[in-house]
């Protein structure tokens, strides 16, 4: 496998007519350490209420549903209404991230809480986010102890909690707030960054769009303003 | 996937006779168009983002050797592993290796063309084991047993009903008199059978839409969730990428992914793009214990520094087949291999021969609309000429279109002899109108001669030149 590893390597140089030394390596060294920004669309540099106003916008282009509430307090009842509107369990599986700990669960007794990943048999899950991207009405999610990657995929119908603060403008924006946050990743990404525009859908079958193909068919943003 | 490219005009053929396919085609092609002409006019920087995204993937093809360094270095920083494979057959080996390490039985594959083109999942079943396509495209055609048509609908050739029969035969633990009628139905009754596969599956297998040497990680684009399902629920990931996807930063990607749904689907974003760095982190509730990045070169750096470096900018978006007026009569398999419409025209005869694919690059009206709609800028027509020349210099053609293209290049140059040529066959077309050419009988089977005005274009020109001096 090594050997393949530098035929591959000198192949390339002999194609490209120089070797790789250590100016060239210098340069995309550089290059990775300045990850200088592209073009990036003027959509999404606008003030902080117009991106918060974009997101929500194109959050509902992808049949994700919002539901703006003023302060966490308010996120058991949105919560509690939502799955009551929908005919859905009262029951949660939780993302163990203290993030969420704020949130006065017991304003809604009936409401069934569990935490950890997702089983199998969980119909509903609620996490939070990393960040809301306007530019597409993105959500980043960031995996780790606290935040199982499984939530955002298994469960029917899953639940974001997000804050308004937490919306940037664009990609680049929230890859520098991650950025900024690497030391709590080991100088790492985390093992997974999911970036989720709506909910799972397919045009697999006569190119008709479908909802909830493999993950969720429903993909709920509960927008805290606070 | 065992090519018949060299069968590409029966193939066509036929594919011109499926009325099924016909149906299909002319279903999602005008579909595909609006969606992204629609998608291209909402960012006012598209046509900008086009121009960097080329820039981005030329300046890291012209550094391939290094950003393939620094990303192996990333992805070994991160707990992975990196498995470089010169060829189909050693990546094939390499998987079938991690695969038996793991003690797997069932193995999930999220969609990947790569896959396609080492044909794994032939190999894998002749190792033991379970491959289990999961995006739903692919998992119809897997259950048909057939090779994908287009590079991002795999089964966009088959209809519902198709899709019911053989979710019929094959689901045959389901109640027999259930309703297959319509897709909510398919894809509720596919999302059911595939749950059971993910849960048991010991490997999972992704491709990469792109790789990042800033971070070691790798990206997946996809709609439906089956991709995160594959990477986040077994033990083992495997990403299987070939060596050109990697681009050096987060902002480098963000510029190609903003190109890539929007080309694609006409979609602002996919509903998932995935970045995966190593394997689970400890305290990590879930996520794969083991990451493998096998990366494959198959032909392509040789690519490098040739006239066809240039198509290894492709995102494999598939814009250039759902606006080509070829693909959009034949399909995706009358190609015989794993890439079809005009990328297929130029990648093929470069990875499996142009003894075998060189009727590929003739299959087009060079019409223009693949180039004018890559957000890489690929000039696939003028490399589909660059086919057609290797197989003229290669002597690859039958002995009487060599012989006639040879006598029409040696009258070429020789200026008088052929306008006096030109002229004659002008006169004497004219008088006898449209007549029956045996050699010509290819063209004129579908389509008339036209009979010539009179005179010949030199006549013409020389005459208005010569009126415009006076």
Sequence with gaps: MSQSRSQILAGIATALGRTPD????????????????????????????AQVRLFVQMALEVSATVARVPSLDAVPDAVAEYLAGHNLPAELRLAPDPALDPIPWQRRPTLTLSRGRARDADAVSLTGAFAGIAETGTLMLVSGAERPTTLNFL?????????????????????DRLRAQSAAFEGGLPRTVNLITGPSRTGDIEQTIQ???HGPRRLHIVLVEE | MHPTSHAFPENARRALNDETLQYMLAKSRTGFQLRRAAAAQRLPEFEELRDQGKAIKDHALANLDVYLELFEAKVTEQGGHVHWCRTAEEARETILDICRNAGARTVTKGKSMIAEEIAINDHLEAAGFIPIETDLGEYIIQLRKEPPSHIIAPAFHVSKEQVADAFRAAHTDLPPERSLEEPRELITEARLMLRRRFQEADVGITGANLLIAETGSTIIVTNEGNGDLTQTLPKVHVVLASIEKVVPTLEDAATVLRLLARSATGQEFSSY??????????????????????????????????????VLRCIRCGA???????????????????????IGAVLDPALIGLKEAGHLPNASTFCGRCEAVCPMRIPLPKMMRHWREKEFAEKLQPATMRRGIGAWG?????????????????????????????????????RDLPAPEGRSFQELWAERRGGSKR
């Design chain 2, 410 to 446: 040696w009258l070429a140059r020789r200026p008088a002899l052929y306008h006096a040529a030109v002229r004659m066959a002008v006169r004497t077309l004219r008088r006898v109108g449209t007549l029956p050419l045996p050699m010509l009988q290819g063209w004129t089977e579908h």
């Design chain 1, 211 to 213: 909802l909830g193909a």
């Design chain 1, 22 to 49: 250590d100016a060239r390596r210098a340069a995309a060294r550089a290059r990775i350490a300045g990850h200088a920004r592209n073009l990036v669309p003027a959509r999404a540099q606008v003030d902080a209420e």
């Design chain 1, 155 to 175: 469960p029917d119908t899953h639940i974001v909690v997000l804050t308004a603060a937490q919306i940037v403008g664009t990609y680049e924006d929230a890859w």
């Design chain 2, 320 to 342: 250039c087949m759902n606006h080509c007026p070829v693909y959009g009569a034949v399909g995706g398999h009358a190609y015989g291999w794993v890439y079809p419409g005009p």
């Design chain 2, 273 to 310: 793009t995935t970045f995966s760095t190593g394997p689970r982190r400890p305290g990590d509730l879930d996520g794969p214990e083991q990451f493998h990045v096998v990366l494959l070169d198959n032909g392509r750096s040789a690519l490098l520094g040739t006239e066809f470096q240039e």
